[in-house]
């Protein structure tokens, strides 16, 4: 696949994203950094290293619109100036964007619009709403967990939305590194063969 739609989550053993009251001024909810420690290695040459140059490579992102409010809509630019397609239920009048942010409503036209928009290069998606939107419709491709060797006990899980959804994932990569292992999974399709 040449440009796959890639989630990209640091994830708790326990399927936490964050943790309990995640909101504006605590936007990771509370213990919820500690699935980023990861990120201090971010810039050597080991896997987390690695796993963080890849991301910033990719093309275009996705995000869910709660995911997009709670980072401060990342004034604009999430990286290198890529378009970011915030996925969200409704689009209120007057309520633009900044930077290279664009509200998409229809989950495939989202989708449709971020391949074009990353050209040869994957598409990053952030967020439990939007990768739980784009599984269910066929157009997540690969997810990249950061699992982190924590139970964070409550917060907000990464799949709890999907109800009695069944999905078969194929592990297409793992690398492990100081306190994550980053495990790369490709989404089989119905009726593909493992």
């Given at each position: ?27 990771l909810g ?21 796993v963080h ?142």
């Amino acid at each position: 696949m040449s440009n796959p739609i890639r989630l990209y989550m640091s994830m708790s053993l326990d399927g936490y994203i964050a943790g309990p009251d995640d909101r504006p001024g605590q936007e990771l909810g509370r213990d919820g950094g500690r699935l980023f420690n990861w990120l201090d290695d971010r810039e050597s040459e080991g896997p987390s290293g690695q796993v963080h140059r890849e991301a910033l490579a990719t093309g275009a992102l996705i995000s869910g619109r709660r995911t997009f409010e709670l980072a401060g809509r990342w004034r604009g630019d999430h990286h290198d100036g890529v378009q970011i397609f915030v996925l969200t239920h409704r689009v209120d009048e007057g309520d633009v964007p900044p930077g290279h942010a664009c509200f998409v409503t229809d989950v495939e036209d989202c989708a449709r619009q971020a391949r074009a928009a990353a050209g040869d290069r994957p598409v990053m998606v952030h967020g439990a709403g939007a990768a739980q939107a784009l599984l269910r419709a066929g157009q997540l491709d690969e997810m990249e967990i950061h699992l982190v060797p924590v139970l964070l006990g409550d917060g907000r899980r990464l799949f709890d939305g999907l109800g009695g959804e069944h999905f078969e994932l194929d592990l297409v990569r793992r690398l492990e590194d100081r306190d994550v292992t980053h495990l790369r999974y490709r989404v089989r399709r119905s009726g593909e063969a493992a």
